[in-house]
T-cell receptor, first 117, second 112 residues
Framework: GAGVSQSPSNKVTEKGKDVELRCDPI?????LYWYRQRLGQGLEFLIY????????KSGLPSDRFSAERTGESVSTLTIQRTQQEDSAVYLC???????????????FGDGTRLSIL | DQQVKQNSPSLSVQEGRISILNCDYT??????FLWYKKYPAEGPTFLISISSIKDKNEDGRFTVFLNKSAKHLSLHIVPSQPGDSAVYFCAASAGTGNQFYFGTGTSLTVIP
């Protein structure tokens, strides 16, 4: 497709379960970001992938959060043993290059709305 | 610690008038700033950006102004249109890092 695709669009799960969120970036985009947006708050950086470099995981809030990316394609964000405070919209974005240095804007997916019961 | 702040959660403007959205930041290392627009249930869409070497960037109806000494930027939309009704986020980055820091957003309503 032409844009960043995220799935599922909505996920409701019970506290304590693991969830996996998927992001398909725009073809040719080497940089990929995950963000979280809690209700009434701004976007919170989680993790950044750039090509084959080691990811920047400095935004991950706890060791229950992890993310993988295969080459320059799909990325998955996994949250283990979910807690109610994990409820948020999880947004993925991609850009042509390392966004900050190249001043390339990010293109966002529509997000996954995660609700933990 | 919120490094990028949008202190107005909402703004209402009459169609045809100017909309001015404000953003303040605290980190003097920020050198690249962006505005995003977000409709409900959609991801943010890039609108306009500005580098710290400039103090103004214009794209059609949208102009971003940067005041580095005040650590303040603003987005001007003129004339405002009903389709501009959305949440607007400002974001900032420092050239040495990988992160963008986002404000909490301002919800703009343009009244027909």
């Amino acid at each position: 497709g032409a844009g960043v695709s995220q799935s599922p669009s909505n996920k409701v799960t019970e506290k304590g379960k693991d969830v996996e969120l998927r992001c398909d970036p725009i073809s040719g985009h080497t940089a990929l970001y995950w963000y979280r947006q809690r209700l009434g708050q701004g976007l919170e950086f989680l993790i950044y992938f750039q090509g084959n470099s080691a990811p920047d995981k400095s935004g991950l809030p706890s060791d229950r959060f992890s993310a993988e990316r295969t080459g320059e394609s799909v990325s998955t964000l996994t949250i283990q043993r979910t807690q109610q405070e994990d409820s948020a919209v999880y947004l993925c974005a991609s850009s042509r290059q390392g966004t900050v240095r190249s001043n390339q804007p990010q293109h966002f997916g529509d997000g996954t709305r995660l609700s933990i019961l | 610690d919120q490094q990028v702040k949008q202190n107005s959660p909402s703004l209402s403007v009459q169609e045809g008038r100017i909309s001015i959205l404000n953003c303040d930041y605290t980190n003097s290392m920020f050198d690249y700033f962006l505005w995003y627009k977000k409709y409900p249930a959609e991801g943010p869409t890039f609108l306009i950006s500005i580098s710290s070497i400039k103090d103004k960037n214009e794209d059609g109806r949208f102009t971003v102004f940067l005041n580095k000494s005040a650590k303040h930027l603003s987005l001007h939309i003129v004339p405002s249109q009903p389709g501009d009704s959305a949440v607007y986020f400002c974001a900032a980055s420092a050239g040495t890092g990988n992160q963008f820091y986002f404000g909490t957003g301002t919800s703009l309503t343009v009244i027909p």
